[in-house]
Nanobody
Framework: HVQLVESGGGLVQPGKSLRLSCAAS????????MGWYRQAPGAEREGVAT???????AHTDSVKGRFTISRNDAKNTVYLQMNSLKPDDTAMYYCAAAPFVNWPSLKEADFIYWGQGTQVTVS
């Protein structure tokens, strides 16, 4: 049974940083692709960043240069380092896993497993 548990969210001032973590369990070697999505109130969920086993990554345009996704397969954990945070980054952030693709897809339909989310508020 695969579980994803996020941590690290909180309230932060604009311009500051946060690091989100997502621990995956139920895998022996970790999922092929892991990613972060976010959903702001009244908005659709959007892909933020994804990473595959080879450490290839994809970041949505609005976070390029500010957010960095990384993973530690020994710990079955994926991270999202968020720098220079803006009020527009306020959202619930979700960790997700795509076990059946081999590239850093931002396509939501590729992600089968989802965490419960961690709130990030920039104000």
């Amino acid at each position: 049974h695969v579980q994803l548990v996020e941590s690290g969210g909180g309230l932060v001032q604009p311009g500051k940083s946060l690091r989100l973590s997502c621990a995956a369990s139920g895998y022996t070697y970790g999922p092929n692709v892991m990613g972060w999505y976010r959903q702001a109130p009244g908005a659709e969920r959007e892909g933020v960043a994804t990473i595959d086993r080879g450490r290839s990554t994809a970041h949505t345009d609005s976070v390029k240069g500010r957010f960095t996704i990384s993973r530690n397969d020994a710990k079955n954990t994926v991270y999202l380092q968020m720098n220079s945070l803006k009020p527009d980054d306020t959202a619930m952030y979700y960790c997700a896993a795509a076990p059946f693709v081999n590239w850093p897809s931002l396509k939501e339909a590729d992600f089968i497993y989802w965490g419960q989310g961690t709130q990030v508020t920039v104000s």
